[in-house]
C-alpha cells in the first residue's frame, strides 16, 4: 500500500519530523472496534492497540483513534500488529457528544476532505435534515456535496427539488444520481482523487452501500482483495470502513458516521443560515429575538413569502440545541448555573419564611 494513496502529504510528513522516534511507521485506521484498530500501512494492513503511555493520557483527554486518523506506530512485523503512540494532528474530524459525567466529544472519523451528504429523492427527502447534515459537515472542516440518490424513484419533478436544496445550500455542490441506473455516478467519481477522502453521511436507508458499491465499481476484484487468509488458513471476507477506490481515493462509509448527533457551533450555524442572520441585520433591535419586538425584519420577511417559516422555526431549534450542549459542554457555565440555582432557591427559602 503506497502511503500516499492513502492521503499522507507533507503537512503530515513535516509533523513526523517533528517527532523524536526512531524505527516508527505511520499508518491510517481504517476501523475501530474495541479498542483494537485496523491500521492501512506501507507494510500492508496490522492489528494496533494504543500503548499504555498513550491509554494514560487518554483517560485526560478521551482522545482515543479514530477510523481516518493518521497514527505513529511501531511495528511488530511478524505478528502483524502495531502499537499506535500517537495521534497525527486531524485537519477535519466529525465528533459527537458523549453521554456522561460532562460533555465529552468523541471521533467518530476524521482527515475527510469531502462529504457526500447522501438524501434520497423518494419519501425520504427532507429539506431540514439536509440543513443539519450541511451544518455538521462545515463545523467538521471537510467541504460538503450533496447528493440526491434514487433519480429513479422520484415521481415529482426532480429540478423543483433541487431548487429546493440550493435554497438551503448556497452554493454547495449539488448532484442527482441513482445507483439502480448508473445516473450521475460519473460525476460523483471525480470527487475521488488519490490521496483525498470522501466520506458519506445519511439516514439509514438513504442508498449509502448501494452508493459506495457502485463507486467501488469493480465490486467482484475489491470483494477479492478484502478477502484474506486468517490464522486458521480460511477465507474470510473482512467488513471495512474506509475503502481504496480501484481509479484512487479513498472513501469511508462507518456506521459511526450514521449515528453522528448534534454537535455544532456558532460558527457553522451562522455558515447554514446565512440568509437568516443576513435578514436578522436588519432588525431594529440588535438582540431582536423575533418574537413581538417591532421592527423585526424576520417577521417580515416571513409574512412577504421572502422567508419559509420551516426554514426558520429549524434554526430556532437547532440554536436551541446548540445553546443546551454549549451550557451542557461548559463546566464553568455548568457550575455557575448551579450557584445561581443555589442562590435562587436559598432566596425562596428566605421569602417563605
Ligand atoms: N431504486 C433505487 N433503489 C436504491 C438506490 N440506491 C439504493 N437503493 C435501495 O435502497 C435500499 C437501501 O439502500 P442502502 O444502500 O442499504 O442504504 P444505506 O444508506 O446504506 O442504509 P444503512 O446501511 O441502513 O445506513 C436498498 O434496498 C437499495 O437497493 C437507487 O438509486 N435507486
Ligand atoms: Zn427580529
Redesign the pocket.
Known amino acids: 500500500m503506497n502511503l500516499c494513496q492513502l492521503g499522507w502529504n507533507e503537512t503530515l510528513q513535516k509533523e513526523l519530523l517533528c517527532y523524536e522516534f526512531s524505527n516508527f511507521s505511520v499508518g491510517r485506521v481504517s476501523l475501530e472496534h474495541k479498542n483494537m484498530y485496523r491500521v492501512l500501512t506501507d507494510q500492508g494492513e496490522l492489528l494496533a492497540e494504543v500503548s499504555g503511555k498513550f491509554r494514560f493520557e487518554a483517560l485526560d483527554t478521551g482522545d482515543y483513534p479514530a477510523v481516518g486518523d493518521w497514527v505513529l506506530i511501531s511495528v511488530m512485523a511478524e505478528e502483524r500488529r502495531a502499537i499506535i503512540h500517537k495521534l497525527f494532528t486531524r485537519f477535519s474530524k466529525f465528533s459527537r457528544k458523549v453521554a456522561g459525567r460532562a460533555t465529552e466529544e468523541q471521533i467518530i472519523a476524521s482527515n475527510i476532505n469531502t462529504v457526500f451528504l447522501?438524501n434520497?429523492l423518494n419519501n425520504d427527502f427532507n429539506i431540514r435534515r439536509i440543513e443539519r447534515y450541511l451544518l455538521m459537515t462545515w463545523e467538521s472542516g471537510a467541504n460538503p456535496v450533496i447528493v440526491l440518490?434514487?433519480?429513479?424513484?422520484c415521481r415529482q419533478d426532480i429540478s423543483e427539488k433541487v431548487i429546493q436544496v440550493e435554497e438551503v445550500a448556497f452554493g454547495v455542490p449539488i448532484h442527482v444520481?441513482?445507483?439502480?441506473?448508473g445516473t450521475g455516478i460519473e460525476e460523483l467519481q471525480d470527487y475521488f482523487i488519490s490521496g483525498q477522502t470522501v466520506a458519506l453521511l445519511?439516514?439509514?436507508?438513504?442508498?449509502?452501500?448501494?452508493?459506495t458499491n457502485r463507486l467501488l465499481g469493480v465490486e467482484k476484484q475489491l470483494v477479492q482483495e478484502t478477502r484474506k487468509v486468517d490464522d486458521k488458513g480460511r477465507h474470510t471476507t473482512t467488513h471495512r470502513e474506509l475503502f481504496l477506490l480501484p481509479g484512487g481515493g479513498i472513501i469511508i462509509?462507518t456506521?459511526g458516521l450514521?449515528e453522528l448527533q448534534f454537535w455544532e457551533t456558532e460558527n457553522s450555524l451562522s455558515k447554514s443560515f446565512s440568509d437568516i442572520e443576513e435578514i436578522s441585520n436588519r432588525c431594529s433591535f440588535n438582540d431582536c429575538q423575533h418574537e413581538s419586538e417591532p421592527g423585526c425584519a424576520i417577521k417580515a420577511a416571513i409574512n412577504e413569502g421572502a422567508l419559509d417559516i420551516k426554514r426558520f422555526q429549524s434554526y430556532l431549534k437547532l440554536q436551541k440545541e446548540l445553546a443546551y450542549f454549549d451550557r451542557k459542554s461548559d463546566v464553568r457555565a455548568q457550575l455557575d448555573e448551579k450557584e445561581k440555582w443555589k442562590r435562587v432557591s436559598k432566596g425562596i427559602k428566605s421569602k417563605r419564611r
Open positions: 447522501v434520497a440518490t434514487k433519480a429513479d424513484l444520481c441513482s445507483a439502480l441506473d445519511g439516514s439509514s436507508g438513504a442508498g449509502k452501500s448501494t452508493l462509509d456506521p450514521r
